[in-house]
């Protein structure tokens, strides 16, 4: 035999051997296990499990119940003060980090549950920490312990699984000695769903110091002995009939076994128990009596009745050896905490009253809701798939106990049980996708992933959270395509996306367009056929389209130029050599032109901001031109002649709004001209944001972008500008910010990031300066700038009207419409931007202002349309009272 096949041999042998000892350690455990069905126990701070010889319950070392802490050493050899505890007072495990430590119990009997759950401390040293304590999400008290504690609870359990949480308080560091959890088969103990922590049980005239656990009680609770002044105890041998169905708490007979009575002669008794400084607590007590002295048969020997807190209850009864268990409803304590028991023996009995065990509790008040469980749920699976540990910190319930949250989240208490509302893990070295766990957190507002690593596409759920508004994803290793619907949702001012800082991630639609194409060579026989006849349907259209429009602008007598390019030198003999300048925007000055057919146009020459490729000039101009709505200032044409570019827009005779409404403006719009223009503007707004595909925002609205005709028709001007031609590729025209101070909404120019909703903001400035006449900016008694709406608010809480309308009107103005148009105009300038109203409801209900000033007889009006702007108009205006306290009525 080499020396190789006797260590083989020696390796199969010493498994062998090993293999035995693991299966006797496993049999030896089941069979504990076996014993103590229902128990949990846990001897907090050691390093590992044991049998503990002297109770005869096995002891789990605290690892797979909490993952922080530190182990501590206390002391050696038994508990002096009590031997039944066993050993498990001789370590602790402490929480020098962290506000809030939790052991989390999962017991099988699930949820719903009435469960004994008791606690121990006992402190090394001499000065004694004090920290709070809770179960589940519910205080269960300040534990302050001088040289060791038990504490008991009946715990009634929502959940499968319980938290027992160590909360720093900032009294020193908290720790815990021992932790057990004993199921509880019994109803008597449950009132409704309320907990019942233990304030006594008593084993009485138990003379012997011994106390009385498991294995005496098949529930492990403990009975301490207890004999009160100035009675005499009793004690017995014989076997009480335990198994009897009055035994309902299963009272154990080495309780029963003993009793107190009155000395004689005396036929009554009472007694106080002093527990707690708040006589508004309520108690719940549970009395066990026995007959144990053998007396003959016949007449009623003991009869009794019981008077707790003032209450009757009574006569009892006894039986020899017979157990007979009574739970009072529950009480308020007296004075001062008082428990005051009485007593007294009825006439026939022979003998005094006697008891064998009480036990008092207090009623802990009705259970906190945890955190809603899907948000629970969803958090866990959260923290497992990235491995986070806050600050040590994720443990336990994460909205609760109130105030001690989880670190980077935050919940909502409004309804039954909290719900996270916003999650922070920026920074939090979070690797791998986005989870589909954070789809389940339903009541989500603000989800901030930035500053991680993490990888993969981002996940089309992110669309479907009902109330998330912010979203940020700054910062990590994106690839692929934005979902079309988180793109929607952001367009349409419901989200607030950051996306910056993912160099891989596709932020354009072109390349999305290629993905698709890329996913779809299965198909592309049919995707091709398709293709050609979606084409060929073009052409038609095209085609249809042209001869229209050629006949339209014949009929019209003006030549609109299809898709009109026009090169430098013809701008420069439209605009006279540039001669008349009509006005000045961001993008460039504005000329008077008119075309060979006389056509008087609008010539906007855009200075050198836009860089852009002539192709994709060319693109956008295109696109700009087949937006058209009676209220959008058309576009006629454009130039693209090396660093000249142009817009040609249809002329408008009447100017700009600003100009109507400045004091130096000749004549005074009148009040229903003005209400006239301000719907003309919010429906060309509208069909930007709704009518076009993608919507275009328009970034800059302001008086002077409201343009009107000979017919005091208002058009929108410059929409689509800041899109197309402030481009990300320019690097300096980024920095230029979009939007006009006094329009811009305040969380836009926060954010940088514009959406429908910025415009809605803008334009409810506008319906401002309309009813006002004063500009967006305007100073203050103190000199101050202000905002127009800071102007008005208070005025409007004050129900003054009539101070605010444009004093030019001189009063000529319909009351009732003017509060509606003022009260559009600020659910348009709400602070937050989900609140404001989409621009369809701002139409509707502009259209119901002007139907106060055209009354329109009969039901005709009231189609199906102005019913619901009317609905809507009223769900706001109640908005908006809450908003201002005071009602502007
Ligand atoms: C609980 O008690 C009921 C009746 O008292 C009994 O049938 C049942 O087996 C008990 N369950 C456990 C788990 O002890
Ligand atoms: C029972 O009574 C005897 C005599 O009074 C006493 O010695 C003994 O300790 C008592 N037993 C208990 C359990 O109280
Ligand atoms: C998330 O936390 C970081 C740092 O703690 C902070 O800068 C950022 O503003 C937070 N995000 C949100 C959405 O509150
Ligand atoms: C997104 O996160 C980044 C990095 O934490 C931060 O700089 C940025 O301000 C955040 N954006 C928003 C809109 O909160």
């Known amino acids: 035999m080499d020396g190789r096949a006797q260590l083989l041999i020696f390796v199969l042998l010493s498994a062998t051997l090993g293999n035995l000892k693991l299966a006797a350690a496993l049999a030896e455990r089941r069979k504990l296990a076996a014993n103590t069905s229902g128990f949990i126990s846990i001897d907090c701070g050691v390093d590992e499990d044991y049998f503990d010889e002297q109770t005869e319950i096995f002891y789990k070392s605290d690892k797979d119940f909490i993952s922080t802490g530190e182990n501590k050493y206390v002391s050696s050899g038994n508990n002096d003060e009590d031997p039944y505890f066993g050993r498990i007072c001789q370590s602790a495990r402490y929480f020098p980090k962290g506000r809030k430590n939790c052991y989390t119990l999962r017991p099988e009997q699930g949820k719903n549950q009435n469960y004994l759950i008791r606690v121990f401390f006992k402190y090394g040293k001499n000065q004694t920490p004090r920290f709070d304590l809770y179960i589940g999400v519910d205080f269960w008290m300040t534990v302050q312990t001088s040289k060791y504690a038990l504490y008991e609870i009946i715990y009634f359990s929502l959940t499968d699984a319980i938290n027992l949480c160590l909360v720093n308080t900032g009294y020193g560091t908290p720790f815990i000695s021992a932790l057990e959890l004993r199921f509880m088969n019994h109803s008597i103990y449950r009132i409704e769903s309320r907990s019942l922590y233990v304030v006594g049980r008593y084993d009485v005239g138990n003379s012997t110091n011994r106390n009385v656990r498991y294995k005496d009680d098949v529930y492990d609770r403990f009975w301490t002995t207890f004999i009160p002044d100035n009675f005499i105890s009793l004690n017995t041998t014989s076997n009480i009939d335990v198994q009897s169905s009055n035994n309902t708490l299963k009272t154990p007979m080495e309780v029963l076994r003993t009793a107190v009575q009155p000395p004689s002669p005396l036929r009554s008794f009472n007694h106080s128990f002093p527990y707690t400084d708040n006589s508004n607590n309520e108690y719940y007590a549970c009395f066990h009596f026995a007959e144990i002295l053998q007396t003959s048969p016949g007449k009623p020997t003991r009869e009794f009745t019981v008077n707790l807190n003032g209450a009757n209850y009574g006569p009892i009864t006894l039986q020899y050896l017979k157990p007979l268990t009574i739970c009072y409803p529950p009480i308020k304590s007296r004075n001062v905490g008082d428990i005051f028991i009485s007593m007294e023996s009825t006439v026939r009995s022979v003998l005094p009253p006697i008891f064998n065990a009480l036990e008092i509790f207090y009623v802990m008040p009705p259970p906190v809701s945890p955190t809603h469980p899907a948000d629970v749920d969803a958090i866990m699976a959260v923290r497992q798939t990235y491995n986070i540990n806050k600050d040590d910190d994720w443990q336990g319930d994460p909205c609760l106990p109130r105030g001690i949250t989880w670190t980077g989240l935050s919940c909502s208490y409004d309804s039954n049980s909290p719900r996270v509302i916003s999650l922070n893990l920026s920074a939090s070295k979070l690797t791998g996708k986005i989870s589909s766990s954070f789809s389940e957190l339903k009541a989500i507002e603000s989800l901030d992933l930035s500053g991680n690593q993490l990888t993969g596409t981002i996940p089309e759920f992110l669309a479907q959270l009902p109330n998330l508004t912010v979203l940020n994803l700054t910062g990590n290793r994106l690839t692929g395509s934005i979902p079309q619907s988180l793109v929607q949702k952001s367009n349409d001012g419901l989200l607030q996306m950051s996306l910056n800082g993912n160099p891989q991630l596709c932020q354009t639609d072109s390349c999305e367009k290629k993905k698709q194409n890329f996913l779809l060579p299965v198909v592309a026989s049919v995707t091709t056929i398709m293709v050609l006849l979606f084409l060929s349907s073009i052409f038609v259209f095209w085609r249809m389209k042209r001869q229209k429009a050629t006949s339209q602008s014949e009929k019209e007598g003006r030549v609109i130029s299809k898709n009109r390019s026009f090169s430098y030198s013809e701008i420069v003999s439209i605009t006279d050599n540039f001669k ?227 004093p030019r009107l001189q009063g000529n103005f319909d009351t009732n419409s003017a509060w509606k148009a003022v009260e559009i105009a600020l659910s348009c300038v709400l602070d937050t931007a989900i609140r404001r109203p989409d621009m369809s409801d701002v139409v509707g209900e502009l259209k119901e202002c002007l139907a106060i000033l055209t009354p329109v007889v009969g039901s005709q009006r009231m189609d199906r349309g102005s019913m619901r702007s009317i609905n809507s108009l009223e769900t706001r205006s109640l908005e908006i009272d809450t908003e201002m306290a005071p009602s502007p009525r």
């Open 580 to 806: 008349t300048i009509i006005g000045e925007g961001g993008f460039g000055k504005v000329y008077f032109g008119a075309l060979k057919d006389n056509t008087q146009v609008a010539v906007k020459l855009l200075s050198q901001y836009s860089r852009q490729g002539y192709e994709e000039f060319q693109a956008e101009a295109q696109l700009l031109m087949i937006v058209h709505h009676r209220n959008l200032v058309s576009l006629i044409g454009y130039c693209d002649d090396h660093h000249n570019k142009a817009l040609i827009y249809e002329y408008m005779v009447n100017g700009n709004l600003r100009e109507h409404l400045s004091e130096s403006s000749g004549s005074t719009l009148n009040w229903d001209e003005r209400l006239h223009i301000a719907a003309d503007a919010a429906q060309g707004l509208e069909y930007l944001h709704n009518g076009c595909k993608p919507p275009i925002i328009h970034r800059d609205l302001k008086t002077s972008n409201i343009l009107l005709n000979e017919k005091l028709q208002a058009k929108i001007a410059d929409f689509g500008l800041s899109r197309a031609f402030a481009n990300e590729s320019v690097s300096h025209i980024t920095t230029r910010p979009a939007g006009t101070f006094g329009y811009l909404d305040p969380e836009a120019y926060a954010s940088g990031i514009f959406n429908k909703k910025s415009d809605v903001h803008s334009f409810g400035i506008i319906l401002l300066e309309l009813i006002t006449g004063q500009p967006a900016l305007k100073r203050d008694v103190d000199e101050e700038i202000i905002g127009i709406q800071q102007w008005v608010t208070p005025i409007i809480e004050n129900g003054d009207i009539g101070s605010i309308v444009d």
